[in-house]
Nanobody, 113 residues
Framework: QVRLVESGGGLVQAGESRRLSCAAS????????MGWYRQAPGKRQVFVAG??????NYADSVRGRFIMSRDSAKNTVYLQMNSLKPEDTAVYYC????????WGQGTQVTVSS
């Protein structure tokens, strides 16, 4: 059974950094397409960052501030979030395999101004 568990969310001040983790079990992240998505209050879920092989891509809103990476030994992917803004406040979800794949339970990130 494939399972994703996110962690690392919390309350931060604008301008600060935070790192989210997504630990996978039941599947290797090495060769899978992984993604981070977020859903702000009252808004639909949107793509944040993706990692396929060694290729990353980012939403325009986070490019240059967020970095997605993988630790193969830990079977975990990360989302390093820098220069956080209040508009980054959302529940962040980890995904493997695309929209019809497996999702984590989400982790709340709140950025105060």
């Amino acid at each position: 059974q494939v399972r994703l568990v996110e962690s690392g969310g919390g309350l931060v001040q604008a301008g600060e950094s935070r790192r989210l983790s997504c630990a996978a079990s039941g599947i290797s992240t090495n060769f899978a397409t992984m993604g981070w998505y977020r859903q702000a209050p009252g808004k639909r879920q949107v793509f944040v960052a993706g990692l396929a092989g060694d290729t990353t891509n980012y939403a325009d809103s986070v490019r240059g501030r967020f970095i997605m990476s993988r630790d193969s030994a830990k079977n975990t992917v990360y989302l390093q979030m820098n220069s956080l803004k209040p508009e980054d406040t959302a529940v962040y979800y980890c995904n493997i395999g695309g929209p019809f794949g497996t999702w984590g339970q989400g982790t709340q990130v709140t950025v105060s101004s």
